[in-house]
């Protein structure tokens, strides 16, 4: 079955500081890799996704993430980051199992901006 | 306008009683899901329903049924509510099954005393 394992629960930095949320997987099919952000008291939100081609895949604010299929890892950066980043991110993969698709989460990192 | 909402946004009951949550996407989605989010922020899918018929069920206590009356409305039952079942429910949906960018709701807090 396919899993993601987020190997740090919380991320605390600074403003402006560069920023790296690990992600790897696990998966015997073809990959479908994705970050959602949740924001204090809502919903999740889709951030990016790999779903085939360039392995460098980028967001509308500056994060992006690098599918690298040797070392089985989807991590995701963004080189200065604000205030307002600070929300749960958890990094999701594709699973085909018993003829239903779904999307497995991992357990998600809080990532804490201070001033 | 709200792409994907739940009523109510926190629910406070005892154990034993009966609720339902619902949820409603104006999207026009053909695919709609139950997550439960623990307290450790853990996400699992429990439920989702492709063109009002269920497609997931994942082991999920048959104390929860969902029931979907249309496409743009998925709601959950819950019959005799336990202490374990405390979490955030989130409702989502997508454009179609396989289709992977899912659009969340805000989330329903359940707390049962």
């Known amino acids: 079955a396919q899993s993601v394992t987020q190997l740090d629960s919380q991320v605390p930095v600074f403003e402006e500081a560069p920023v790296e949320l690990r992600c790897n997987y696990s998966s015997s099919v073809s990959v479908y890799l994705f970050w959602y952000v949740q924001y204090p008291n809502q919903g999740l939100q889709l951030l990016l996704k790999y779903l085939s081609g360039s392995t460098l895949v980028e967001s509308i604010n500056g994060f992006e993430a690098e599918f690298n299929k040797s070392q089985t890892s989807f991590h995701l950066r963004k080189p200065s980051v604000h205030i307002s980043d600070t929300a749960e991110y958890f990094c999701a993969v594709r699973s085909s199992q018993g003829g239903s698709e779904k999307l497995v989460f991992g357990k998600g990192t809080k990532l804490t901006v201070n001033p | 306008d709200t792409a994907v909402s739940q009523t109510p946004k926190y629910l406070v009951t005892q154990m034993g009683n009966d609720k339902s949550i619902k949820c409603e996407q104006n999207l026009g989605h053909d695919t709609m899901y139950w997550y439960k989010q623990d307290s450790k922020k853990f996400l699992k899918i429990m439920f989702s329903y492709n063109n009002k018929e269920l497609i997931i069920n994942e082991t999920v206590p048959n104390r929860f049924s969902p029931k979907s009356p249309d496409k743009a409305h998925l709601n959950l039952h819950i019959n005799s509510l336990e202490l374990g079942d405390s979490a955030v429910y989130f409702c989502?949906?997508?454009?179609?099954?396989?289709?992977?960018?899912?659009?969340f709701g805000p989330g329903t807090r359940l707390t049962v005393t």
């Open positions: 989502a949906s997508s454009p179609s099954y396989g289709s992977y960018e899912q659009y």
